[in-house]
């Protein structure tokens, strides 16, 4: 399994309230990915980072932001949740230097919004 | 944008048959590549395999192979011996070569039966 840790794995919130899930991996991947999970759409890209400090939006960027101080991590912020960002949240890496479009995933976090 | 189609969304097979899950794909381009994930109770997404489209040779993996056909813009998955342990939901995914926007099916979910 790829080094890829996801915290917190489970958090329940209320309506407005930041949230913010952490991605940290080991394997020194250039490239990390935010994926939300929801029944019936598969994984949806929320936002993706190609580097220390650069990101990008992906397909459902809206209501999220996102931070990459360093290398291993990848932070994912809700500014003031709400009910529609249930979901099950998945980081996940690739690198240019190894398969750059093979994606590894972290194990998920599921987040209840109240 | 591209979009991945997986139009069995629950199939079922008895331990040691062959079982085969589509997945059709729409896109103008001609440099992606296909995946297929397997997504266990755990919920850990695991890559089961790949497909570059320009290789015409359909991609294996032990148990795991694929029938890519790309002129009809097909990509399925055939498991041979199925176990217990393959009981889970599969996703197809796409990605357009040196891009980061991975689509994915909407997923089968795949119970094999003693």
């Known amino acids: 399994d790829a080094g890829i840790t996801q915290s917190p794995r489970h958090k329940v919130t209320e309506t407005g309230t930041p949230v913010t899930l952490r991605c940290h991996q080991t394997e020194n991947h250039r490239y990390m990915y935010w994926y939300r999970q929801d029944p019936g759409h598969g994984l949806r890209l929320i936002h993706y980072?190609?580097?220390?400090?650069?990101?990008d939006k992906g397909e459902v960027s809206d209501g999220y932001s996102v931070s990459r101080s360093k290398t291993e991590d990848f932070l994912l912020t809700l500014e003031s949740a709400t009910s529609s960002q249930t979901s099950v949240y998945f980081c996940?890496?690739?690198?240019?230097?190894?398969?750059?479009?093979?994606?590894?995933f972290g194990p998920g976090t599921r987040l209840l919004v109240l | 944008a591209q979009t991945v189609t997986q139009s069995q969304p629950e199939m079922s097979v008895q331990e040691a048959e062959t079982v085969t899950l589509s997945c059709t794909y729409d896109?103008?381009?001609?440099?992606?590549?296909l995946f297929w994930y397997k997504q266990p109770p755990s919920r850990q997404m695991i890559l089961v395999i790949r497909q570059e489209a320009y290789k015409q040779q359909n991609a294996t993996e032990n148990r795991f192979s694929v029938n890519f056909q790309k002129a009809a813009k097909s990509f399925s998955l055939k498991i041979s011996d199925s176990q217990l342990g393959d009981t889970a939901m599969y996703f197809c995914a796409f990605i357009f070569y040196n891009n980061n926007d991975m689509r994915f099916g909407a997923g089968t979910r795949l119970t094999v039966k003693p």
């Open positions: 896109t103008s381009e001609s440099n992606y590549y």
């Open positions: 980072s190609y580097g220390v400090k650069d990101t």
């Open positions: 996940a890496i690739s690198d240019p230097l190894r398969q750059q479009e093979t994606q590894y």
